[in-house]
């Protein structure tokens, strides 16, 4: 099969739009630090609430509307829980011994670490999605790219915020995520040199990347939130787990005005 | 469908703002250095095309857009002089 050269660049070209609004997060570098530590566990409520939301309200529905099979999706989400379950416990055992969830001073905590590996994973599948809908119709990988974008910006501050919690300057956690953003590249050029194999890996990536963001978002970054028990913290930190559920579920709406135009 | 040029703009330009942006947050020397390099063969080679095919063609579609045997040369895909 030959691919267009203008499908290539268009692809590529919508992948670096992708990995350019991960760097929109650079707005707490401007931040002082006594009001960033304010507004970190509320970014960590926000992440909490996107990873929770793209998990249920996109990846597994959309690995269900491929695969078809709810319970071997179900198993597959399951499979993604425990091999980043195990995934933490060797990041632990290699190279952190503070079993503590506050970070001691220069220290990184595994919760950061896992977070990019699933951020690095979530942004292949991106990729891969942005690149087949370009294979498939270049107005179809615009709309494609709009609604990942959209999905993007949110989950970028969310991941920030939980960078920063995992002990990350913040310049440190605006870089690592952008380069983590780097790896829709490759999922798109993986899909664009290997079509039929890209799509049906969908299937497996897709649940797998929902398991590890569940697991994050479960037992990595909701204890972080129970830290903080006062009326403020309760109150502002439900608004943001709310309103990060609220932002997945707008996006659907989105994508399903975008398909419809 | 944008044509191939257009793509090829958009990378330009995304790649200078990405990199504009990574150079500022970089703070080792070695990187830093890297980065900005690269900032300017990207920028440099924007310019190129620039003065050596878009600026001539808009100039050409300027002076000659009243002659119609110049539409009737021109390809009606890449619109390069």
Same mark, same amino acid.
Request: proline share 6%; net charge negative.
């Given at each position: 099969m030959t691919i267009a050269l203008s499908t290539i660049a268009g692809a590529i070209a919508a992948c670096l739009a992708v990995s350019l609004c991960s760097l929109s997060s650079m707005f707490a570098l401007w931040l002082k630090p006594a009001t960033l530590n304010r507004v970190v566990p509320y970014l960590v409520a926000l992440a909490v609430g996107v990873l929770l939301g793209d998990a249920f309200i996109h990846l597994i529905p959309d690995a269900v509307n491929r695969h078809g099979a709810v319970s071997d999706v179900c198993l597959t989400v399951l499979v993604g829980v425990f091999g980043f379950f195990v995934l933490?416990?060797?990041?632990?055992?290699?190279?952190?011994? #503070?079993?503590?969830?506050?970070?001691?001073?220069?220290e990184i905590l595994p919760l950061a670490k896992m977070n990019l590996i699933g951020d690095a994973m979530h942004n292949f599948v991106?990729?891969? &999605?942005?690149?087949g809908s370009f294979l498939a119709d270049p107005a179809l990988g615009l709309t494609t790219t709009l609604a990942i974008i959209a999905h993007e910006v949110p989950q970028e501050l969310g991941d920030v915020g939980a960078l920063l919690r995992g002990? %990350?300057?913040?310049?440190?956690?605006?870089? %690592? #995520? $952008?380069?983590?953003? &780097?790896?829709?590249?490759?999922?798109?050029? $993986?899909? &664009?040199?290997?079509?039929?194999i890209a799509e049906s890996s969908l299937t497996l990536l897709l649940p797998i990347a929902a398991g590890g963001f569940? %697991?994050?978002?479960? @037992?990595?970054?909701?204890?972080? &939130?129970?830290?903080?028990?006062?009326?403020?913290?309760? @109150?502002?930190?439900t608004a943001a787990f709310g309103m990060g559920i609220g932002f997945m579920q707008f996006i659907v709406f989105f994508e399903q005005v975008l398909i419809a135009i | 469908m944008a044509s191939i040029d257009s793509y090829l703009h958009l990378i330009g330009i995304e790649l200078l703002v990405i990199l504009a942006i990574l150079g500022y947050l970089v703070e080792a020397d070695l990187p830093k250095r890297v980065v900005s390099r690269l900032f300017l063969t990207v920028l440099g080679f924007m310019l190129a095309h620039l003065a050596t095919h878009a600026l001539p063609n808009q100039i050409a579609g300027f002076i000659y857009s009243s002659q119609h045997l110049y539409h009737s040369a021109k390809s009606p895909g890449l619109h390069r002089t």
């Open positions: 933490e416990k060797l990041v632990r055992w290699r190279h952190d011994h #503070n079993v503590d969830i506050t970070p001691l001073s220069g991106d990729g891969i &999605l942005i690149a002990g %990350y300057t913040p310049r440190q956690a605006v870089l %690592y #995520n $952008f380069y983590c953003s &780097l790896t829709v590249l490759p999922g798109a050029i $993986f899909t &664009l040199l290997l079509s039929q569940i %697991y994050i978002a479960a @037992s990595d970054l909701i204890p972080v &939130l129970h830290e903080r028990c006062s009326f403020p913290s309760l @109150s502002g930190q | -």
